[in-house]
C-alpha cells in the first residue's frame, strides 16, 4: 500500500459553515486528521487592535461541533490555527472554551494542545534591545519599542513545529493561536518524515479548501494525500472538481512572488512545480521544494489605534455634479479644514467615489470612464467619536448644499440610503507591527500548555 498521510480541511475559513454532506463524503477518505484555519489579517487592522472575533461565536461554535463530532469518531487528530482571527490569548481563550462546552455536550474525552502566539511585550522589546530595530514587512521603519508600547496584542506567527511538538506529546485536539495557514496541515506529514516543501505546498491548497475547486467555494471541504513524491488534492463535493489550472492558480494565491513563499523560518520554492490531471477530479503535484533559513524568524503582527471613525454613505446621480466632484470634494475638504483645523488637530478625511475610483484610488487606470451614479463614502478619523462625527456631518452637509456651475437645485443632489446620516464605526486601527523576528527555534515564543478533557 502507498504510504501517505490524508488531511481533509472542511471549509477555508472556520465559522463559514460546511456543506455536511461533501464533509462526511470526504471523511470517507480515512483520514489522518482534520485541519482547519480560524483567522487572519484579510479582516483589517480593527479585530487585530480590538482584539475581537471577525464572527459571532455561534458561527465558529456551530463549525467546531461538526469538526469535533468527526475527529473523535475516526480517532484523529483536530488541529485549528489562528484561533479566532487574530490568534491572540483573549480570542484563543474564547476557542478553548468552546472546545470545553462542545466536548461536554457530545461527551468526549481527549488531551487538548493549547498552543500560545502572544508575544510578551517585555520580552519583544528585549528583543529589540539585543538586535535593534526589527525589519519591517510593510510599515515605514523597523520594529521600535516605541511602536511596542502603541500597539495592542502582538501576536507571531507560529509555523508547522509547535504543532508537531504538540502531536509528538499525543495532543487529539490542537487550538492553536496565530499561525501560518499551510503550517496547520504540513505539521503531520512532515512529522511522519514527508517532505516539507510537498507538506507546505498542499497546505496552500488545503487552507482556503474549495477556493482550489471547480465550481470554487470557500465553504466546500478538500482532501489532500501527502505522499513520497507528490501530493494529491481531491474535492469533497463529487459535483466538484480539481483541474490543473485551479490548483495552479491557487498555489499563486496571496503571493507577491509566483515562484517563492516566504514563511516561517524559510521559503517554498514553487519554480519546478508540475501539475498533473490524475483523473477529472484529482490534480498531482510535484516539485516544490522548501529551502530553510540560515536564521529562524518569525512574522509579527498588531494594531494601534488612530482615534475613531464615522462615515455618511451618500448615493449620487446628478450627472452634473458626478463631472464635477473631484472639484466639489477638494471645497469641501477645504470648509472642512477651515471649521476643525483637520491637520493640526490630528483629523484624518478621505472621499471614496465608489464607481469612479474607490477600489483603486489614485492607481485608477480608467480616468476616462464617466460613471451614472456614485456611491460616495465620507471617511472622518478624529481622536475622539464625537469629533469624527462632527467632521463627517459637516462635510455632508456642505456637499448637499454645493454651489457649482450649472447646478440645477440647491439640494437633493445626494440620496440617502440610511438614517441617522452619520454612523459612529468605533475605534480605528492601522498596522503598525508588521516585522520580522529572529528566534532561537521555531517554538520559542509559542507555549504549550496539555489539558486533559474528561466527560
Do not use: W
Not at 516539485?287 to 503582527?301: F, M, N, T
Amino acid at each position: 500500500m502507498m504510504k501517505q498521510v490524508t488531511g481533509v480541511a472542511p471549509s477555508g475559513s472556520m465559522g463559514s459553515g460546511y456543506n455536511l454532506a461533501s464533509f462526511k463524503r470526504a471523511m470517507q477518505a480515512n483520514p489522518d486528521f482534520i485541519g482547519q484555519d480560524a483567522g487572519s489579517t484579510d479582516m483589517g487592522p480593527y479585530y487585530h487592535g480590538a482584539d475581537k472575533a471577525f464572527l459571532p461565536l455561534s458561527a465558529y461554535r456551530r463549525d467546531l461541533a461538526v469538526m469535533l463530532a468527526a475527529a473523535r469518531a475516526a480517532r484523529i487528530p483536530l488541529l485549528i490555527g489562528s484561533a479566532i482571527t487574530n490568534g491572540s490569548n483573549a480570542t484563543l481563550e474564547l476557542m478553548v472554551r468552546m472546545v470545553r462546552d462542545v466536548a461536554a455536550e457530545q461527551k468526549h474525552s481527549f488531551k487538548l494542545a493549547v498552543i500560545g502566539a502572544e508575544i510578551d511585550k517585555k520580552y519583544l522589546k528585549e528583543k529589540i534591545a539585543a538586535h535593534g530595530p526589527l525589519e519591517a514587512l510593510g510599515p515605514d521603519s523597523g520594529l521600535t519599542a516605541r511602536m511596542v508600547d502603541a500597539a495592542g496584542p502582538i501576536v507571531a506567527q507560529m509555523g508547522m513545529e509547535p504543532f508537531m511538538r504538540a502531536l509528538e506529546a499525543g495532543a487529539e485536539v490542537i487550538i492553536a493561536g496565530r499561525a501560518c495557514d499551510d503550517a496547520v496541515f504540513a505539521a503531520m506529514p512532515v512529522l511522519r518524515g514527508f517532505d516539507p516543501g510537498l507538506s507546505l505546498h498542499c497546505g496552500k491548497i488545503l487552507e482556503c479548501a474549495g477556493l482550489s475547486a471547480v465550481p470554487y467555494d470557500l465553504g466546500e471541504p478538500m482532501i489532500g494525500r501527502v505522499r513520497e513524491d507528490h501530493f494529491e488534492v481531491e474535492p469533497g463535493n463529487p459535483d466538484s472538481r480539481c483541474t490543473t489550472v485551479s490548483v495552479a492558480g491557487h498555489s499563486l494565491y496571496e503571493r507577491s512572488d509566483p515562484f517563492l513563499q516566504a514563511g516561517p523560518g524559510g521559503i517554498n520554492d514553487l519554480t519546478h512545480a508540475t501539475f498533473e490531471q490524475v483523473d477529472r477530479r484529482i490534480v498531482q503535484v510535484r516539485g516544490s521544494r522548501y529551502i530553510q533559513d540560515a536564521d529562524y524568524r518569525v512574522k509579527l503582527e498588531g494594531a494601534e489605534q488612530l482615534g475613531y471613525r464615522s462615515i455618511v454613505v451618500v448615493g449620487i446621480r446628478d450627472a452634473v455634479m458626478i463631472e464635477q466632484l473631484d472639484h466639489v470634494l477638494a471645497h469641501a475638504r477645504e470648509r472642512a479644514e477651515e471649521r476643525f483645523g483637520l491637520k493640526e488637530n490630528g483629523i484624518s478625511l478621505l472621499f471614496r467615489q465608489y464607481g469612479k475610483n474607490g477600489v483603486m484610488g489614485a492607481l485608477e487606470p480608467d480616468l476616462d470612464h464617466v460613471p451614472k451614479e456614485i456611491g460616495l463614502v465620507i471617511d472622518a478619523v478624529a481622536p475622539d467619536q464625537d469629533t469624527a462625527t462632527a467632521v463627517a456631518m459637516f462635510t455632508r452637509g456642505v456637499l448637499q448644499h454645493a454651489d457649482y456651475p450649472g447646478i440645477l437645485t440647491t439640494a437633493g443632489n445626494m440620496a440617502y440610503p440610511f438614517s441617522p446620516f452619520g454612523v459612529p464605526v468605533g475605534p480605528a486601527y492601522r498596522f503598525s507591527v508588521y516585522h520580522l523576528m529572529p528566534v532561537a527555534d521555531a517554538t520559542e515564543c509559542f507555549p504549550i500548555h496539555y489539558e486533559n478533557i474528561r466527560n
